[in-house]
């Protein structure tokens, strides 16, 4: 029986650690980001792996700094190491204790949107389609051999909620297909095209800004892609307000980048810089609930 060692942190990476646990592999250790402080009263809460990993009594290993404290990992001596969404660079020593290497969980389609927010960059970006890559680990962010790969299409309505569980369920199917070619050593893996890389880093606070002057299709992919975190937020009489939900309405008014032109009881609709209307459906005001 080949052994396992999971590395995983959000919700995201919990499907396929539940694969890996249902499957012929034995899981020997789950390695999770510490527990960090949520809420407005921080209260110190574990990672949804780790919630995963207590429920099948699975040992669990929490470092602060990975690249310090690893010996943990390779007293394990795994088969292999399998990653999804981490949240730590793997140091060399890390990714040279299993046999058959360290392999990764990605959402996007490689080399495409390398880096921590895949998902928010596809549909802020207006892509048709994303997808998952398989691919080694290396010290270098998302840029080791792909050794697997499917797309999925992003569709109109669709935000980062719902690509994020399609994609995490899409990624723990993909990986199960993928883990007994590797094993076998049935798989050739492709190197990456440095030319075609393109960068998905963590959403700052900068980006969640509306900017009006924007088209409206283009200010929908950035409600979408965020939605329904971190949230895109507007100012109105100088005070921020979160954009929860809005959508393009179909129609050309007169007005500035910005003006409210139209209200109803459920929504109101302002101008974007192509002159069409934005009709917003879903609002939290400063210090209010939505």
Not at 38 to 59: F, Q, Y
Not at 60 to 88: H, M, S, W
Not at 92 to 115: I, Q, T
């Amino acid at each position: 029986m080949k052994k396992i060692v999971f590395m995983g942190t959000p919700e995201f990476s919990v499907r396929v650690l539940q694969v890996l646990l249902a499957s012929e592999y034995e899981v020997v250790l789950v390695v999770t980001q510490p527990d960090r402080p949520k809420g407005r009263k921080k209260i110190l809460t574990p990672s949804p792996v780790k919630e995963e990993a207590l429920k099948h009594g699975i040992p669990i290993f929490q470092p602060e700094k990975l690249r310090n404290d690893f010996q943990t990992i390779q007293d394990c001596n795994p088969d292999l190491i399998v990653t999804a969404a981490y949240g730590q660079i793997l140091p060399r020593e890390v990714l040279e204790a299993p046999k058959y290497g360290c392999v990764n969980v990605h959402a996007s389609l490689l080399p495409k949107l390398r880096g921590g927010a895949p998902i928010h960059y596809a549909i802020m970006q207006g892509y048709e389609e994303t997808g998952v890559t398989i691919m080694f680990m290396a010290e270098k962010l998302d840029a080791g051999d792909m050794l697997n790969q499917k797309s999925i299409p992003i569709t109109e309505h669709d935000h980062v909620g719902s690509m994020h569980d399609k994609l995490s369920e899409l990624g723990a199917e993909l990986l199960m297909e993928t883990l007994p070619d590797l094993f076998a050593g049935n798989i050739t893996p492709q190197k990456q095209n440095e030319a075609e890389a393109t960068f998905a880093p963590n959403i700052k606070r900068e980006q969640e800004i509306i900017n009006w002057e924007k088209s409206d299709r283009d200010i929908y992919n950035l409600i979408r892609g965020l939605h329904p975190w971190p949230v895109a937020y507007t100012r109105y009489e100088g005070k921020p307000m979160k954009i929860w939900w809005g959508e393009p309405d179909g129609r050309t008014h007169q007005g500035e980048p910005g003006e409210i032109v139209a209200v109803t009881t459920d929504a109101f609709t302002v101008v974007c810089g192509n002159k069409r209307g934005l009709r917003v459906v879903d609002i939290q005001p400063a210090g209010k609930n939505a």
